[in-house]
């Protein structure tokens, strides 16, 4: 699944090249690739890095409006000093990683001319198809009343939807086949990710660093 999304950038460029060779029209018009670093302010958890790859279209574009649909892969990642694991076993400095389809709207308000600085803001929905967690997974066996410690990796078994607001900031900067943008923006997820029976809240808020390419069309463009 991995190498899908890596893979995309590169799928996006032949794309573009085939249309301008063959005349078939890109259905998208802007492709991101972002670094992430969650911001879960709870105890025993230490904020990582992740990454994320974005395609996007404009479902209106103005010279100061955009209002855009997207389709995006976020990966987050956090450690936790401890996760509860049953009665008698803990897991201990957990690497908890979420994987993340998001589908955000987003409204982009834009200013300037060769050199634009935007406002944006939206919603989205997250669809998590697996989360993993990573630690030493110990305790006492109930029957064998036996010690055991290992390194265990298994499914985290978090929820699979969610929803949220974004918003951040930006600089576009115009060329002549392409427009390349540079945006900061903070990714609030409106609910936690376990259930209301588990010990701990899992949080997945995190802070993103966004570069972007947007392609322009040949004609009829309001945004050259």
């Known amino acids: 699944m991995r190498n899908i999304f890596l893979l995309m950038p590169f799928i996006f460029f032949h794309f573009q090249v085939l249309s301008q060779d063959k005349k078939i029209k890109f259905p998208f018009h802007e492709f991101s690739i972002s670094a992430n670093r969650t911001n879960v302010a709870t105890n025993g958890t230490e904020n990582r890095n992740g990454f994320g790859l974005g395609i996007y279209r404009y479902i209106v574009s103005k ?9 995006e892969y976020n990966r987050t990642s956090q450690f936790k000093k401890s996760m509860y694991a049953g009665h008698f076993y803990n897991f201990n400095n957990v690497t908890l990683k979420v994987y993340n389809i998001s589908i955000p709207l987003l409204i982009r308000i834009s200013t ?15 669809i998590i198809p697996y989360a993993e967690k990573t630690g030493t997974f110990s305790g006492i066996n109930p029957y064998t009343y036996q010690y055991s410690s290992n390194l265990k990796t298994e499914n985290a078994g978090l929820n699979k939807m969610n929803f949220g607001f974004s918003g951040g900031i930006g600089l576009l ?7 390349v943008i540079i945006k900061p923006d903070y990714i609030k997820p409106a609910l936690k990710l376990n259930n209301d029976t588990e ?3 899992i949080f997945n808020n995190y802070f993103r660093i966004v570069f972007a390419i947007r392609l322009k069309e040949k004609t009829g463009d309001t945004q050259k």
Do not use: H, P
């Not at 010279?63 to 389709?71: A, D, E, S, V």
């Not at 300037?112 to 997250?126: H, T």
């Not at 900067?173 to 427009?179: N, Q, T, V």
């Open 112 to 126: 300037g001319n060769k050199f634009k600085i935007f406002a944006e803001a939206g919603s989205f929905i997250d």
């Open 173 to 179: 900067i115009s060329a002549s086949e392409f427009d």
């Open 63 to 71: 010279k100061i409006i955009n209002l855009t649909l997207g389709l």
């Open 199 to 201: 010990f701990e809240d």
